[in-house]
C-alpha cells in the first residue's frame, strides 16, 4: 500500500482509509452494508413520543366533543320520540279523561276509539224519545241510534265504554254497572249497521249532550317514569294502574327532574299538559319541553 510523508506523519491513501473504515464496522457510502445506531434508534423513538403526544394532546378535545355531541343527538332524538308519542295519545283523549299523578311522573289516560252524534233514544217501544239516552227495556237491550254522517265500522265482538257529557275524570274512578247513573256506561257496548247496542236495563247516562256527541272507547293508557325508564301500559279497566307488563318508551331517563303537569281548561281555553323528560348520557344530559292543547269540550 503505498504512503506518503507529509510534515513527519504517515498519512494512508483514499483506497487505504476506505478499507481501513470497513473493518471499524461502518460501511461505505451507498453500499449494501448502510444502518443505524442504537443512539439513533432511541432518537427516533423519543421524537416520535412527542409527536404523538402533541397529536394526541391537540386532537383530544376535537374528537371528545364530537362524540359528546353525537351522544346528546342521540338522547334528544330518544326523547322527541317519546314526547311525541305521548302527545299523541294525549291530544285522541276523551275530553276530561287526562289525570296527572300528584308525584309528576304518571300520566293516565282514556284515547278515543270511536266518535260521533247519538239521537235520543226509545226506550219504550210506544215511548218517547229519551235524552239523555236510558237503558230501560225489559229485554236487556239497550239500543242508541248513530246519526250520520259519521259512519263506523261494524265492532264486532269487541265491547266498549259508551261516554256521553263527561264533565269529571273518567280515570280511576270504580267501574259503572247496569243500574248505575253515570255519564260512562259499563263496558258492554257494541256497534253495527249504525246501531250501538249493549245488555242493559236499568242504565241511564247522568246528562244530555248538547251536540249529541257521544265516545267509545275500550281500554285506558298510562305512562310512568319510575327506575330511570319512562313506560307505556294499557288497562281493560279505568281504575287498573299495574304497570307490571308495561312496555319501556324510552329508558335512561332521570325521572327525579322529569315532571309531568296539567291545567285544566276553563270556559276561555283549552287544557294544558306539560311535559318535561330529561335524559341523561356519558356526553351530558338533554332536556326536552312539550306542552300539549286538550280540547275538554265533552
Not at 210 to 215: A, S, T, V
Not at 254 to 275: A, M
Request: with cysteine.
Amino acid at each position: 500500500m503505498p504512503l506518503i510523508r507529509h510534515n513527519g506523519q504517515r498519512e494512508v491513501t483514499s483506497a487505504g482509509a476506505a478499507s481501513a473504515l470497513s473493518r471499524l464496522g461502518f460501511g461505505q457510502a451507498g453500499g449494501s452494508n448502510d444502518g443505524f445506531t442504537l443512539v439513533e434508534l432511541i432518537m427516533v423513538i423519543a421524537l416520535a413520543g412527542v409527536v404523538a403526544v402533541m397529536v394526541g394532546t391537540v386532537m383530544s378535545r376535537p374528537l371528545q366533543g364530537f362524540a359528546d355531541n353525537s351522544q346528546r343527538a342521540e338522547l334528544t332524538d330518544r326523547a322527541a320520540i317519546a314526547l311525541n308519542r305521548m302527545a299523541r295519545d294525549i291530544r285522541l283523549a276523551v275530553p276530561n279523561s287526562v289525570l296527572v299523578a300528584d308525584t309528576g311522573d304518571e300520566v293516565r289516560l282514556v284515547p278515543i276509539a270511536a266518535a260521533g252524534r247519538y239521537r235520543a233514544n226509545l226506550p219504550m217501544p210506544d215511548g218517547p224519545r229519551q235524552d239523555p239516552p236510558a237503558c230501560t227495556q225489559a229485554s236487556g237491550r239497550c239500543l242508541i241510534d248513530i246519526l250520520s254522517p259519521m259512519e263506523l265500522a261494524d265492532s264486532g265482538s269487541n265491547k266498549h265504554w259508551l261516554i256521553i257529557y263527561n264533565t269529571g275524570a273518567l280515570v280511576g274512578r270504580p267501574e259503572p254497572v247496569d243500574g248505575a247513573v253515570s255519564p260512562v256506561s259499563p263496558k258492554a257496548f257494541t256497534w253495527e249497521n249504525g246501531v250501538l247496542e249493549a245488555d242493559l236495563s236499568a242504565f241511564r247516562f247522568e246528562f244530555a249532550s248538547p251536540q249529541h256527541r257521544f265516545f267509545l272507547a275500550d281500554r285506558a293508557v298510562g305512562y310512568r317514569c319510575r327506575n330511570g325508564s319512562l313506560v307505556r301500559a294499557e288497562f281493560d279497566e279505568l281504575a287498573a294502574s299495574d304497570y307490571s307488563g308495561a312496555a319501556t318508551v324510552v329508558d335512561r331517563v332521570d325521572c327525579g327532574r322529569s315532571q309531568f303537569s296539567y291545567e285544566p281548561g276553563n270556559n276561555t281555553r283549552n287544557g294544558l299538559v306539560t311535559l318535561k323528560l330529561m335524559l341523561v348520557g356519558s356526553g351530558g344530559t338533554v332536556t326536552l319541553l312539550q306542552q300539549v292543547q286538550v280540547d275538554n269540550a265533552p
